[in-house]
């Protein structure tokens, strides 16, 4: 089930722990994705809050949000580039797009394979995704205070699993929002410490949010016209007589 985008337009740009959430993941696809420099980036779900850092250098930047969720116009006071569409049906030509960022998409799809069918659709034999989901194991998952208590959790295991079996090959996981899902003036303070730290702590489960990016795998072509040539074997042997048969 989708959330509808007037609560996720409120949460990321009205709550502080809307915006505190929006910078940190932020922070870390810029860390993945440092330039954009011609390129076309796509953002589905509602990933239009990640998308800015490249709206000066990339070539063109779309901002995709499903039909059940709702569209708004994005980004503020520039020419509209947010596109309302169906989760396995998006406006976009095959191959065309470099790098694609999935917030709010997977987890709440009601056709999460034919969504990632899409995604592989979509990019470039070299291009790269990433996919931000819930962590099943952390406290963002368990409160429906934000975005990130809906939908289903994934465990890295379970999200790996299913890129892979759609050909999208994990090249770099992480987790992240270390914080806790609260609004209280306390924690808000602490924010920056905690997501500093937890980015060095060992234990992988600690953050509320996972980060898996991943390339496009393309199947290796087969030789044109093998299949026919079997249908046709060499005839070697035509032409020679069959065995002779002696009279008794």
């Known amino acids: 089930m989708h959330l509808d985008v007037h609560d996720l337009r409120e949460f990321y740009y009205r709550s502080p722990l809307g915006r505190a959430a929006q910078k940190v993941v932020r922070d870390e696809l810029v860390r993945m994705w440092p330039k954009a420099t011609r390129e076309t980036v796509v953002g589905y779900g509602f990933a239009v809050p990640l998308l800015r850092p490249f709206m000066g250098e990339a070539r063109r930047v779309i901002g995709l949000m499903p039909g059940p969720q709702g569209v708004m116009p994005w980004p503020a006071g520039q020419p509209n580039v947010a596109v309302l569409c169906e989760d396995a049906l998006w406006p976009l030509a095959t191959g065309t797009v470099d790098k694609l960022v999935l917030l709010h998409g997977l987890e709440t799809s009601e056709h999460p394979l034919a969504l ?16 931000i989901v819930p962590n099943r ?17 994934y465990s890295l295991g379970q ?13 770099k996981t992480l987790s992240t929002l270390y914080q806790p899902p609260s609004s209280h003036r306390l924690w808000r303070r602490m924010a ?10 060992p234990v992988f489960t600690a953050g509320g949010v996972l980060m898996v990016e991943v390339t496009k795998q393309v199947p290796q072509p087969k030789r044109p016209g093998l299949t026919e040539a079997v249908k046709r074997p060499l005839r070697v042997l035509e032409g020679m007589g069959g065995p002779v048969v002696k009279p008794v």
């Open 137 to 153: 194991a952390g406290l963002w998952s368990r409160s429906d205070r934000t975005p990130f208590g809906f939908g289903r959790p």
């Open 116 to 131: 990632l069918d899409e995604c592989w659709r979509v990019l470039k034999p070299e291009g790269r995704a990433v996919f």
């Open 159 to 171: 999200l790996e699993k299913q890129l892979r079996d759609t050909g999208l090959i994990p090249t």
């Open 192 to 201: 920056t410490t905690m997501e500093r730290v937890g980015r060095h702590l």
